[in-house]
């Protein structure tokens, strides 16, 4: 079964420093994988997708996610964090056709980031 | 902003009871998802509609059941509401011009259902 894993339920950083959010997923074809992000009393909006193609992916608001299959990860990154990144980020996997499931979205567990100034 | 609008914002009613949850999806897509996000379960799937059409169910209860119109939008319908059905209810859509393509999800605000 398919399944998303994010390792870290808090991270805390430093105004200014660099983030990495880590996403492990388990999952038998090729997946798509999605980050999410979701601010206090919002819904959630789309950072970034990965369908195919080149492994390295950049989404909205100067982040990036990279795919890599012999680790099963896509992890989230950023170089420099605004306070205004002060929100919690979900990884999802989507199934598709061939795995005999349906376009659901299967979300970890997330993770809490906080800024610090 | 998504484009998906969902209504009310905020619910709250008693145990035993039963409400509806409103969702509108952007323009022209015609799937339809709705999600539920609690503290214990975190988010899960619960329902697709593709075109008026069930396409998918996650882990919905029995006591729970959705339908999408032809003009696209969609209603959740909970009854017999238990404390334990208090959550976020999310609805998303998708630009899925086939319901077994996938394509990304945009994702409503959400529904706080709080049940006393």
């Known amino acids: 079964a398919q399944s998303v894993t994010q390792p870290d339920i808090h991270i805390t950083v430093s105004e200014g420093a660099s983030l990495e959010l880590r996403c492990n997923y388990s999952?038998?074809?090729?997946?798509?994988l999605f980050w999410y992000v979701q601010s206090p009393g919002q819904g959630l909006q789309l950072l970034l997708k990965?369908?195919?193609?080149?492994?390295l992916v950049q989404g909205i608001k100067g982040f990036e996610a990279e795919f890599k299959r012999s680790q099963s990860s896509f992890n989230l990154r950023k170089p420099s964090v605004h306070w205004s990144d002060a929100a919690e980020y979900f990884c999802?996997?989507?199934?598709?056709?061939?795995?005999?499931?349906?376009?659901?979205?299967?979300f970890g567990a997330g993770t809490r980031l906080a800024v610090h100034p | 902003d998504s484009g998906v609008t969902q209504t009310p914002k905020h619910l709250i009613t008693a145990t035993g009871q039963r409400v509806t949850l409103r969702c509108s999806p952007r323009?022209?897509?015609?799937?339809v998802y709705w999600y539920q996000q609690s503290l214990d379960q975190g988010l899960q799937f619960l329902i697709q509609?593709?075109?008026?059409?069930?396409?998918a169910k996650g882990n919905i209860l029995e006591r729970f059941s959705a339908q999408q119109f032809p003009d696209l939008h969609s209603e959740l319908n909970l009854s017999s509401l238990e404390l334990g059905d208090s959550a976020l209810y999310f609805c998303?859509?998708?630009?899925?011009?086939?319901?077994?393509?996938?394509?990304?999800?945009?994702f409503g605000p959400g529904t706080r259902l709080t049940v006393l």
């Open positions: 323009s022209g897509d015609l799937s």
């Open positions: 990965y369908f195919s193609g080149d492994t």
């Open positions: 998303a859509s998708s630009p899925s011009r086939q319901p077994e393509i996938y394509n990304e999800q945009f």
């Open positions: 999952y038998g074809a090729t997946p798509y």
């Open positions: 999802a996997v989507g199934a598709d056709l061939f795995s005999g499931g349906y376009n659901k979205l299967i």
């Open positions: 509609y593709y075109n008026g059409e069930e396409r």
